[in-house]
T-cell receptor, first 114, second 113 residues
Framework: DTAVSQTPKYLVTQMGNDKSIKCEQN?????MYWYKQDSKKFLKIMFS???????INETVPNRFSPKSPDKAHLNLHINSLELGDSAVYFC?????????????FGPGTRLTVT | QKEVEQNSGPLSVPEGAIASLNCTYS??????FFWYRQYSGKSPELIMF????GDKEDGRFTAQLNKASQYVSLLIRDSQPSDSATYLC?????????????FGTGTKLQVIP
């Protein structure tokens, strides 16, 4: 069973389009995250949710909108895609509210904007 | 100054040797420290975490934490070619809350057969 899953694995789209990435975790964790890893491999946090509540919202353009329908799911919607959005997006989860901060990552979604 | 700093490498070690990976952090109040391994094209995978000063061993891996000097290191004994990957150091700084894990840029390790 995959602990943290993401779909799609690859996403190629044109500038100006709107796209969504979905994430699900079956670990029973209370906290979920979105990270962006750029071409230089730097992993930067974008958003964090505790039990469906937004906790961290880093300096991310408001074209990015996360949604958490329940604590096992965290989706990322991106409007008006730009070339600079090309990156690998990772979803992760942890049991942070219980004091366990180790994060488990999904396989990533490679987004290419042309 | 970057919050979490690592030498980007590559660090090359012969098979069977000890690989030593280092990480320094700027927030003196940081409490939680992690090492992740990331193979090319794959997602980060947690290999060690350490919360207290001193050493923590798990198989061939030892994490070392020195809060006074603000560094955390990872030793890999009997290095294998399969250990070749990028190793990411991650820290939870005191500022920003417990969920804002800050990652270093990673050190690329190459184990030469």
């Amino acid at each position: 069973d995959t602990a943290v899953s993401q779909t799609p694995k690859y996403l190629v789209t044109q500038m100006g389009n709107d796209k969504s990435i979905k994430c699900e975790q079956n670990l029973g964790h209370d906290t979920m995250y979105w990270y962006k890893q750029d071409s230089k491999k730097f992993l930067k946090i974008m958003f964090s949710y505790n039990n469906k509540e937004l906790i961290i919202n880093e300096t991310v353009p408001n074209r990015f909108s996360p949604k958490s329908p329940d604590k096992a799911h965290l989706n990322l919607h991106i409007n008006s895609l730009e070339l600079g959005d090309s990156a690998v997006y990772f979803c992760a989860s942890s049991q942070a509210l219980a004091g366990s901060y180790e994060q488990y990552f999904g396989p990533g979604t490679r987004l290419t904007v042309t | 100054q970057k919050e979490v700093e690592q030498n980007s490498g590559p660090l090359s070690v012969p098979e069977g040797a000890i690989a030593s990976l280092n990480c320094t952090y700027s927030d003196r109040g940081s409490q939680s420290f992690f090492w992740y391994r990331q193979y090319s094209g794959k997602s980060p995978e947690l290999i060690m975490f350490i919360y207290s000063n001193g050493d923590k061993e798990d198989g061939r891996f030892t994490a070392q934490l020195n809060k006074a000097s603000q560094y955390v290191s990872l030793l890999i004994r009997d290095s294998q070619p399969s250990d070749s990957a990028t190793y990411l150091c991650a820290v939870i700084p005191i500022s920003g809350g417990y969920q804002k894990v800050t990652f270093g840029t990673g050190t690329k390790l190459q184990v030469i057969p």
